[in-house]
């Protein structure tokens, strides 16, 4: 009986170490696809551009770890996406971010990319840094940005972002050190309760926006804070 069971324990951890690989491989392989699509509702000011994302290519699907601006974590998923300063217009609409959940870098700054901020940003779970800066984002800031809970750093700066941010930045918690939302169309007041869990910012900056009301003591919360940026407000 023993053996018998030994051997169906062996069996059962032969099929899993075989089923392993394939596992890894079709998910890197729909991330892939996933990149590949949304390449396609991307274009550039810059005569480089097909030549910057030719290795963005379904006949280089199996390499995409060595695809420009991609770099993969130990699983062989994609962990950093770094597109910054590269010429692209387009849009986040066909950016499918639910295909991404190891995603901890996403750099898109100095770019043409524009239209709203996708609410389904909320799908990167393991975010630390985001910077969209620089950039033609409109509309608000989604509220579901407040979900990205490991955020350490978040740069929005020098878009077209309107609207009210206290529900939106002001639930992200412990991690988030770093916050620039200066030089967009940002308004409404900054209360006490907007700094409650902001309390390990170390740089904020909130320049040329709109924002109204008196100055909160909530900043005297923000224990750790270096640089203060609030000009032309």
């Not at 490991?150 to 992200?172: A, C, K, P, T, V």
Request: glycine share 6%; proline share 3%; charged share 15%.
């Amino acid at each position: 009986m023993a053996s018998s069971k030994n051997l169906r324990s062996l069996l059962f951890y032969i099929v899993f170490l075989s089923l392993l690989p394939l596992k890894i491989t079709s998910t890197s392989e729909t991330q892939a696809e996933a990149l590949i699509r949304w390449k396609r509702t991307l274009s550039s000011s810059s005569s480089s551009s097909d030549a910057f994302l030719n290795s963005w290519s379904s006949t280089n699907i199996k390499n995409m770890c060595n695809w420009t601006g991609i770099v993969c974590n130990e699983g062989g998923t994609v962990s950093k996406i770094t597109l910054q300063n590269s010429s692209l217009s387009g849009t986040l609409t066909e950016f499918e971010f639910s295909s991404f959940p190891n995603l901890t870098h996403l750099d898109l700054s100095n770019n043409n990319v524009g239209g709203s901020i996708p609410s389904a940003i909320s799908n990167l779970t393991s975010i630390m840094f985001l910077d969209l800066s620089s950039n033609g984002f409109k509309d608000e800031i989604p509220s579901e940005i407040g979900k990205l809970t490991h955020l350490e750093y978040l740069d929005l700066n020098d878009n077209n972002l309107n609207g009210n941010i206290l529900f939106r930045i002001g639930n992200l918690q412990n991690n988030l050190t770093f916050l620039d939302l200066s030089k967009n169309h940002l308004n409404g007041t900054l209360p006490e309760s907007f700094f409650t869990n902001l309390h390990n910012l170390e740089y904020l900056n909130l320049t040329e926006n709109s924002f109204q009301g008196p100055l909160s003591t909530g900043f005297y919360n923000l224990s750790n804070l270096k640089d203060l940026r609030l000009g032309d407000c």
